[in-house]
């Protein structure tokens, strides 16, 4: 089957609808762009025919395919963009000579699945039609072109809304935009296309009808679930699909043993995976690349982008998690904030309103409250007390700090870094600490405390009681 098919993907509109300086296929539903989401269920078929029709800011349609790691496509310019029957004659030289039979998919169907691509695929070969029509029965099929049946259930031709009679527009069987054609016969054809009077476009759409009308067979092969080709034309449509793509890698989680709570309101990307057992609380949104362990526990409202996250991991609700690594068995939150390096090592403890940057947190360790850890080593079984600073930044350059094995932190320390605290060392609370400590002392840095008694009273009987109704 790969030799025989061509597959052009049209992707060179601007969007008009979408009222935005970003060309439409650019857009993001899922955790992909539309035109990504497209060359995706193309790839499952055909690996190296694959050609991208491109013209509004093609540059960016291009960089963004070749970001998101997908090789070997070709792209074709269409310099002016006069519809999508022009778009095709703009691949003509390199489509005409590709191979046999062309499938053309619109680039703003993110939904369509490579299985229901294969079945139509398989349905054009059996029916011996010259161009077959993925169509779909929609209970509102406004703004879609119309199938019209011919005799014996063939199709005569597709009308464009906008053109299309009152009669017509009661039609609820809609062109998907994607076809097989046999591609000789299409750009054959294509040269009887005329500019729509309306709307001064090149349709590919009126391929069909002249193919009928020059006595061609051309089937229609209806898709089983109507929502898989939903074209996405403005962002109400953009939104709409993007709460189905979520709905369905929800769906392939739960059935894979993951407990959604409140799935509706969860927003997974698809290059994250999720461990049996792993229960995920409402709001939470896992972004990017992205690996949960088994038996985790994800907490109301996290945010988890681009992270790794062990076996029997607790975050509790309300944590911003970024490229970052929990080991099995730890727990985070809530309110905590991991950034970019954070690595928290197995059981070890990160609480409320606790900040970690390129840091690394031993096995054990807890940094419970209030505490900002950023560029540091801190080994294992180490305390790190409520308020605790590492003091990693002049103003000019970042400093480490490294902390070693069961090392006790008290509250409110500053650690001025570069530092070292040793192993099985102590720092008294409220410390402000410049020099490195050595393993098994105690450093106090703080300045000792006066105390004057009765000071409270004499001053009262020095000045009279400030008028506090000022
Ligand atoms: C098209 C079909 C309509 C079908 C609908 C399905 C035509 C005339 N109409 O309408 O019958 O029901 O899709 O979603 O084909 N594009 C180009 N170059 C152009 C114009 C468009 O590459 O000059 C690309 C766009 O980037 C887009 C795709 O073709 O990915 C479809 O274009 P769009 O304007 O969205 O067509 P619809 O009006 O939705
Ligand atoms: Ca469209």
Redesign the pocket.
């Given at each position: 089957m790969k030799d025989r098919f061509a597959v052009a993907i049209?992707?060179?509109?601007q969007?008009t609808r979408f009222r935005s300086r970003r060309v439409?296929?650019l857009h993001s539903a899922g955790g992909r762009t539309l035109v990504e989401h497209v060359v995706r269920a193309a790839r499952e078929l055909s690996s190296d025919n694959i050609f991208v029709?491109v013209?509004h800011q093609a540059d960016a349609v291009m960089a963004s395919l070749k970001e998101s790691g997908i090789k070997n496509l070709k792209f074709i310019h269409?310099e002016e963009?006069?519809?999508?029957g022009?778009?095709l004659r703009a691949g003509e030289r390199e489509l005409a000579k590709a191979a046999p039979r062309l499938l053309v998919i619109?680039?703003?169907?993110p939904l369509l699945t490579p299985d229901t691509l294969r079945k139509f695929v398989v349905a054009h070969r059996r029916s011996g039609a010259v161009a077959t029509v993925l169509s779909a029965e929609m209970d509102d099929p406004a703004g879609?072109?119309r199938i019209v049946r011919g005799s014996h259930g063939t199709v005569a031709a597709?009308v464009?809304h906008k053109s299309a009679s009152a009669e017509q527009r009661k039609i609820r069987e809609?062109?998907?935009?994607i076809y097989c054609f046999e591609t000789k016969l299409l750009f054959d054809a294509l040269k009887g296309v005329k500019l729509d009077p309306l709307k001064k476009?090149y349709?590919?759409?009126d391929v069909i009808g002249l193919l009928a009308r020059r006595g061609h067979r051309v089937a229609a092969y209806q898709a089983a679930d109507a929502r898989e080709v939903i074209?996405i034309?403005d962002r109400a449509e953009l939104a709409r699909v993007d709460g189905l793509l979520r709905q369905r890698k929800a769906q392939q989680l739960m059935l894979s043993g993951v407990t959604i709570f409140a799935p509706e309101s969860v927003r997974i990307d698809p290059d994250v995976s999720v461990g049996t057992d792993t229960e995920i609380e409402p709001g939470v949104m896992l972004l990017g690349v992205a690996s949960i362990g088994k038996n985790c526990r994800l907490g109301a409202y996290s945010v988890i982008t681009d992270s790794e996250l062990g076996d029997n991991v607790t975050i509790r609700p309300s944590c911003v998690i970024t490229e970052s690594r929990i080991a099995k068995g730890a727990s985070v939150g809530p309110f905590a904030h991991l950034r970019p390096g954070a690595d928290i090592g197995e059981q070890a403890r990160v609480g409320n309103f606790v900040e970690v940057k390129k840091a690394r947190l031993g096995r054990r360790s807890k940094a419970s409250h209030l505490t900002y850890l950023g560029d540091a080593t801190i080994g294992n079984d180490v305390n790190v007390g409520c308020g605790t600073i590492t003091v990693n930044y002049d103003g000019a350059h970042k400093h480490q700090t490294v902390i070693e094995d069961n090392a006790f932190v008290g509250s409110g320390a500053n650690l001025i870094a570069p530092v070292r605290i040793g192993r099985n060392a102590f720092v008294a609370a409220g410390s402000t600490i410049t020099d490195d400590v050595p393993a098994n002392a105690l450093a106090i840095g703080r300045a000792r405390q006066t105390t004057k008694p009765g000071w409270t009273t004499r001053r009262k009987k020095k000045a009279p009681a400030r008028d506090t109704r000022k």
């Open positions: 049209l992707a060179a509109g969007g439409k296929v029709i013209g269409q963009q006069l519809g999508t022009h778009a619109c680039g703003d169907t879609y072109g597709i464009e809609v062109n998907s935009g476009e349709y590919l759409t074209g034309n």
